[in-house]
């Protein structure tokens, strides 16, 4: 069983920032991708950012240059630290692994969500 444990939501001002953190735990052989998708109210869910096993991180238009995707020694874990917001970054925010576990194959596992407004 695989758990994705999420923090770091909340409310800030415009132009404030907000770190997000994703720890993965389970019977885990490796992850492949690990990262961050958003959904608006009203709007498709999106990739933010996320961190392939091997290469770069990928991100979103929007949040290039405000946010940065990082993640832990162990690559069992991500942080989304994120400068900047504007209103339009308000979301929930879930955090998303491509994971091969010792009983199934990789595949996606989601994790609950964690809400960020970015109000006045």
């Known amino acids: 069983q695989v758990q994705l444990l999420e923090s770091g939501g909340g409310l800030v001002q415009p132009g404030g920032s907000l770190r997000l953190s994703c720890a993965a735990s389970g019977n885990i052989i490796s992850i492949i991708a690990m990262g961050w998708y958003r959904q608006a109210p009203g709007k498709q869910r999106e990739l933010v950012a996320n961190?392939?096993?091997?290469?770069?991180?990928n991100y979103a238009d929007s949040v290039k240059g405000r946010f940065t995707i990082s993640e832990g020694d162990a690559k069992r874990s991500v942080w989304l630290q994120m400068n900047n917001l504007r209103p339009e970054d308000a979301a929930i925010y879930c955090c998303?692994?491509?994971?091969?576990?010792?009983?199934?194959?990789?595949?996606?596992?989601w994790g609950q969500g964690t809400q960020v407004t970015v109000s006045s």
């Open positions: 998303n692994a491509e994971i091969q576990t010792h009983s199934l194959p990789a595949r996606g596992y």
């Open positions: 961190i392939p096993d091997f290469g770069d991180a």
